[in-house]
């Protein structure tokens, strides 16, 4: 993965936090900053800054959506380990937030994560009016209609199928990967981009999650698509989904650094 | 109160529920509606729409964010409920949602809420840019610095003076009444209405929530204003603040609408 693009998002990340600080009651201002700086890959920013790149518009144009995808992706990681919900006690090595800061000030974290997203986002299109049809967009993939609804359907149904199975991972995990990827096609203009990056991101999306299902396969769910398909199917999907992302790309010469990231989170081990 | 926004009001939150009912999962969507359409009093979206009357802003305009902050207000009651919080039963005389949908799913109805807020609000401010300034408020009011961090004060505090316990009503209470008077303001440029509504709102949100704690006296909780300085001061208070409020629209022969409503919040007996 390239530095700088990292190295930028944390810096924003950063500066954002010490911006906050005196604002918010301590406590809580703690149990955000331990969500979120906490060896997180930054995958979602990453991938939208090199889409970003591919699409021509400006990394520092769109950062502040790139930060608020990252606000987002933490304020589910901190409700889905809740005890309600996963029950997790551990969240990337490090105690979870509700263990940390107990469970009130972890759900208000959260909460509050995705309230200053969305703050976030509202700042930067009064800036930049340009980019409220792509902040439009990561609002509607963070909510009902994408990512809480996967979340709600693994909590509301106990049978899975392909198609129910595919539907939860496409909405849980994929809809914040096109959030990322299909961002910076709704403030340029180019329409076989914008096109290209959607077959792109939905196939990354999923094959995302199920990879993810497979490096973690010790504890294999039952709501998840490894859990219900098996491991010789998943390894198939994951294979023909990495497949068609790159396919999707094929036409472009400039798309070299998006192929890499797909090659990456194809090949990573953890 | 007039008829005619709070019908407005719930004509508008009908439609947004019956434009979104096909595109969530169906017990989400039935946890989402169920909090929203139990008898509140949608005391923030008709003060929103009083206050836009007064500032000489079209109640169609505003609407959208009247709605969405209906809409926070809903998920921070959701939220507020769950075990971690105050771990209440009922709401408004019927099973909370925690109850009547289990924990995950009214863990994620809230999120779902909050998001669709902001959702409906980024499609408020495409249609109509000069809403931009206006939703940025409702946002701040509503996360870390406004209301959740009044629900994070009440849950990382055990001792309360006078300073504190009115930092905590301020914001859990106070920074919605706030973004529904002041977003108004926002749209017009009326720098003097603007400045009174100010002061309207800040001391009619702290008022709203002591007469809500006098009203509830039985239940009196020792993180309310009422259980921390006593009835009589908390009379005394609730009384001081009507003034006040009153004596910010002095100026205007237009606001009876807002003195009727300020009457009427201060004088009712639930």
Not at 78 to 86: A, E, G, R, T
Not at 87 to 114: I, M, P, V
Not at 153 to 180: Q, V, Y
Not at 215 to 243: F, I, N, Q, R, W
């Amino acid at each position: 993965m390239i530095d700088f693009y990292l190295n930028e998002t944390e810096s924003e990340l950063k500066k954002l936090f010490s911006e906050k600080k005196a604002l918010y009651p301590d406590k809580l201002f703690s149990a955000m900053e331990y969500s979120v700086f906490s060896a997180g890959k930054r995958v979602r920013p990453y991938l939208m800054l090199l889409s970003a790149e591919f699409c021509g518009v400006d990394c520092k144009k769109i950062m502040p959506l790139a930060v608020s995808l990252e606000l987002i992706h933490t304020y589910s990681l901190i409700h889905d380990d809740l005890p309600c919900m996963d029950d997790d006690d551990f969240r990337r090595g490090k105690t979870s937030c509700h263990k940390a800061f107990g469970e009130a000030l972890a759900l208000l974290a959260g909460d509050a994560l995705l309230n200053l997203a969305f703050e976030n986002m509202f700042e930067a299109v009064k800036n930049n009016p340009e980019l409220g049809l792509a902040a439009s967009y990561v609002a509607k993939c963070a909510g009902a209609e994408g990512m809480i609804g996967g979340q709600a359907i693994e909590f509301s149904n106990d049978e899975f199928d392909e198609a129910l199975i595919t539907e939860l991972c496409m909405k849980k995990t994929g809809a914040l990967i096109c959030a990322a990827a299909l961002a910076p096609a709704y403030v340029c203009s180019d329409r076989k981009k914008f096109n290209c990056l959607g077959t792109f991101a939905s196939a990354m999306g999923l094959c995302f999650q199920l990879k993810d299902d497979l490096l973690d396969e010790k504890k294999c769910e039952p709501k998840s698509y490894l859990g219900v398909m098996g491991k010789e199917h998943t390894e198939k999907t994951v294979a023909k989904l990495g497949e068609l992302a790159l396919k999707a790309l094929e036409p472009f010469d400039d798309a070299d650094n998006l192929r890499d990231l797909c090659a990456f989170l194809l090949n990573r081990n953890k």
